[in-house]
């Protein structure tokens, strides 16, 4: 078990426990032991009463891999999102394709910011179907997970629905706006201060996936060595472009 990285008022004590952690750890790894101690990836479906179903086993999600960023995009324009996994151990990339078989519908709605930020990051959507169902929220974020970037599509579910009432964007840093006339699996662009949705086509085709073999390289006997305190650099002087004195 690694501690928590200490701070500036960590005591020597603390410091070298931090460090014998990660010397544990890295002798483990080294010994081809699993970063994670092999725990299988795990899903949860939200059943929508406070409550969750363990369905790791049944979408195929269980990886034994070690799991470190997760993406999810609709790579085939389809309507169902699909996953990217990165692993710290090979294979470093998994591409998971949804290809579960729904009647249900969906919107997926793109963010173009003119007063806010040009990609709308940190806009928050909120689609209106009918007075009696509470509202589908989303947040637009700049990063997802660990070392990882979904799409910038906002995907919404919205089961047998065919249109919505309304779409209600908080933009950062701006006024509120509500769109009208969005249909059930469309693309959607909309544009800050623009209240005509822009309806986008997917292209006819994408390009193939295919899957890789992981090389396995020779045995070498280089190591790196990660300095804890490293040596501090000599002060350098210089000239720069203007011709003054600079050092460094």
């Given amino acids: 078990v690694v501690s928590l990285s200490p701070t500036s008022d960590s005591s020597p004590e603390e410091i070298l426990q931090y460090d014998a952690g990660w010397a544990a750890l890295n002798k483990l790894i080294r010994s081809g032991h699993s970063f994670s101690g092999k725990e299988r990836n795990c899903a949860f479906l939200n059943l929508g009463n406070g409550k969750y179903a363990n369905v790791s086993s049944v979408t195929g999600l269980d990886l ?11 790579w085939d ?46 806009a928050r959507c909120e689609i209106i179907i009918g007075k009696d169902n509470p509202p589908l929220i989303k947040t637009l974020q700049g990063g997802s997970g660990f070392l990882s970037q979904s799409s910038k599509w906002l995907h ?40 005509a949705p822009s309806l986008f086509t997917p292209p006819a085709t994408q390009a193939p996936l295919s899957g890789a073999k992981t090389a396995q390289g020779e045995p070498s006997q280089l190591s790196r060595i990660v300095v804890l305190n490293p040596p501090p650099m000599p002060e350098i002087t210089y000239v720069d472009a203007d011709g003054e004195t600079a050092s460094l």
């Avoid at 470093?92 to 394709?97: G, K, S, T």
């Avoid at 469309?186 to 623009?194: L, R, S, V």
């Fill in 77 to 122: 324009w389809d309507g169902k999102p699909d996953f990217w996994i990165s692993n710290r151990t090979g294979p470093r990339i998994h591409f998971l394709h949804n290809r579960m078989e729904s009647s249900n519908n969906f919107i997926a709605i793109r963010l173009n910011g003119t007063k806010s930020n040009r990609d709308a990051i940190g």
């Fill in 156 to 195: 919404f579910g919205i089961g047998k629905e065919e249109t919505i009432d309304s779409l209600k964007v908080n933009w950062p840093g701006s006024s509120p706006e509500s769109f009208t006339g969005l249909k059930a699996n469309n693309f959607y662009i909309i544009t800050e201060g623009n209240p």
């Fill in 64 to 74: 034994i891999d070690d799991g470190r960023g997760l993406a999810h995009c609709d």
